[in-house]
């Protein structure tokens, strides 16, 4: 199996460590999103959807992390808990993955693209009302998080750790790669994100992460070309 | 019926699910929930969904929102055709990996386009600039593009010959712009007989059906109250990054 991932982007660091967690042995193929790999030749043979993460199972290419989650979860036959076949618990794990696309994955994306490219692109700082409505709709996402999906449960689905968990943290780490403290004042969440690092592995959490943390850095290693190349794109998303 | 449904059929995602249930006959009830007088904020509508969306789901004490796992408890629970929703793994992953890309891809871009020509000036009184949309129409274009040309299988359906679940959460997200003037179909060969396809395979008086109230959704809001203005605004800021 290859897997094709940038982990400066969510969906592909939740694949990474799932893959880890359930030891699928896999050839990590690099794509190097800052110097615009992915919209080069080489990589559109692989796919055209110029997106990662994408799975290639010997002939069969995937892409589309929750779909990648799911297939890796039922081909490997990896314990129930990660992607439950109970009915109720089928529909939680769905419910939670369904949501949080435009939910926690758009808000935390969009301070992560907001601080780090902004700048970049528009070669000025964010005015403050865009930064602050953006910073209010992801503690609203952080809110449902806790309140609605995992309540006082200690995972989302409940006693066992989950995709589902491995996506949400995912996610949240984007924001916080960025500088954002989601956690402080957060006891709910800071309790939930020290399970969900005991049951990966402190180790393999930190490596999955450590691009992400490092994202400040992101102006000083972006390729000059591949910005003037991305200009355009991101821009428009902008203004 | 101990299954109900909680819809608004001005909705999308309520429309694909109530594609899925009408189809297989499935023992549900359908209620109808109106988003423009704002019933999804009611104490009693928040007790099924405290995320205050449609659609909704209450089975006895088990309440959940999100209409593709919905559609896919319901596959489950009454053991539909397997076709709607493949057991087989590689099956199973193309119709995951439509029903994953759409929210961000179709879903996004229709849904603005309608909002922007629909409510935007119609109802909350708000001019687009004419760039804007002129973006938004581009984005739409890509991803109607990228459904015709990636996803859906020559002379079949996304998951393959036979439709699936991701076929109803495709269509419902297209007659969106359409209904609000677009005509998405025009100059799309595959597309358009695809389309003939879903609503062959669904049937077309079901497909009617479903489609109504978004069909006349352009004329409908001209007797919308003013004083209903207020729930349209918060859509209207959604789609603006």
């Known amino acids: 199996m290859e897997l094709y991932l940038d982990l ?14 359930l030891e699928i042995p896999f050839e990590f193929k690099y794509v ?18 110029r997106k990662v993460p994408v799975m290639k199972d010997g002939e069969f290419v995937l892409t589309e992390s929750t779909a990648i989650l799911e297939y890796m979860v039922q081909k490997h036959r990896a314990p129930d808990h990660w992607f439950p076949s109970e009915l109720l618990l089928r529909a939680r794990i769905n419910e939670y993955l369904s949501w949080q696309h435009t939910n926690l994955r758009a808000h935390g994306s969009k301070i992560f ?5 902004f700048p970049l692109m528009m070669g000025c700082e964010v005015p403050k009302e865009k930064m602050d409505a953006a910073m209010e709709d992801l503690n609203m996402s952080l809110i449902q998080l806790e309140n609605y999906f995992l309540q006082n449960k200690p995972f989302i689905i409940g006693d066992k750790i989950s995709v589902a968990d491995i996506v949400a943290m995912a996610e949240i780490m ?21 399970r969900v690092t005991a049951q990966v592995g402190v180790e393999l959490f930190k490596e999955a992460n450590e691009v992400i ?7 000083q290693n972006i390729d000059k070309t591949a910005l003037e190349m991305m200009k355009p794109k991101f821009q428009k998303m902008f203004s | 019926m101990s299954l109900k449904l909680f819809l608004d059929m001005i909705s999308q995602p309520c429309r694909s699910v109530f594609l899925f249930a009408k189809k297989n006959n499935l023992p549900v009830e359908v209620k109808l929930i109106s988003l423009k007088n704002g019933e999804q904020h009611t104490e009693k509508f928040r007790k099924v969904n405290p995320l205050r969306k449609v659609p909704a789901l209450k089975d006895g004490d088990f309440c959940m929102g999100e209409s593709i796992p919905m559609m896919e ?16 793994l590689q099956k199973r992953a193309r119709v995951n990996e439509y029903l994953s890309w759409q929210h961000l891809g179709i879903r996004m871009h229709g849904s603005k386009i309608f909002v922007m020509k629909v409510i935007d000036g119609p109802v909350v009184k708000l001019e687009v600039p004419e760039d804007k949309m002129a973006r938004a129409m581009e984005d739409l274009n890509w991803s109607l593009d990228l459904i015709e040309k990636t996803f859906i299988k020559d ?3 996304i998951g393959g010959e036979q439709i699936s679940i991701a076929d109803l ?10 209904a609000s003037g677009v005509d998405v179909f025009q100059g799309r060969a595959k597309l358009s007989a695809w389309k003939e396809r879903v609503v062959q395979a669904v049937g077309k008086e079901l497909f009617d059906e479903a489609h109504k109230t978004i069909l006349s959704a352009k004329d409908s809001v001209k007797q919308l109250d003013s004083s209903k203005v207020e729930y349209f605004r918060p859509l209207t800021v959604l789609y603006f990054l």
């Open chain 2, 73 to 88: 408890y319901m596959a489950e629970k009454f053991n539909t055709p397997d076709h709607w929703f493949p057991k087989d």
């Open chain 1, 8 to 21: 400066f982007s969510q969906p592909c660091r939740a694949v990474f460590l799932l893959a880890k967690v």
């Open chain 1, 32 to 49: 190097n999103l800052a110097t615009g790999q992915h919209l080069g030749d080489e990589f559109g043979k692989i796919s055209m959807m």
């Open chain 2, 169 to 178: 959460v495709a269509i419902v997200e297209i007659m969106q712009p359409f």
């Open chain 2, 155 to 157: 002379g079949g359906f």
């Open chain 1, 213 to 219: 943390m490092k994202a400040k850095d992101l102006s």
């Open chain 1, 174 to 194: 984007q924001p916080v790669g960025t500088g954002v403290d989601v956690f402080t004042g957060r006891p709910t969440l800071s309790a939930w994100r020290d």
């Open chain 1, 113 to 117: 693209l907001l601080k780090m490219l």
